[in-house]
């Protein structure tokens, strides 16, 4: 090795050595991507129940709609029995 290549080497190993703020730097990155993994979970989380309540509601509204349709005596589309 060149006395270069020894000097560059001594360089940065001074500077990735000296950079004590570079942990305090990753702590507080490494903090925000649980939490916005946190909250990204709790969207999805949130967005699949309202989907599945929809859901729900849904078919009971057509449950309702064709069980008053049978009592009154018409078909699934609103006729009458003849």
Do not use: W
């Not at 001594?10 to 649980?34: E, K």
């Not at 999805?44 to 849904?58: K, N, S, V, Y």
């Amino acid at each position: 090795m060149n006395a270069g290549a020894c000097l560059v080497s001594l360089v940065l190993t001074c500077a990735v050595g000296g950079c004590s703020g570079l942990g305090a730097i990753q702590q507080p990155t490494s903090q925000f991507d649980q939490a916005a993994h946190a909250a990204s979970s709790a969207e999805t989380a949130f967005l699949d129940a309202e989907q599945a309540t929809e859901c729900e509601d849904q078919f009971y509204k057509r449950a309702l709609a064709y069980a008053t349709a049978k009592l009154a005596g018409k078909d699934k589309i609103g006729r009458a029995h003849v």
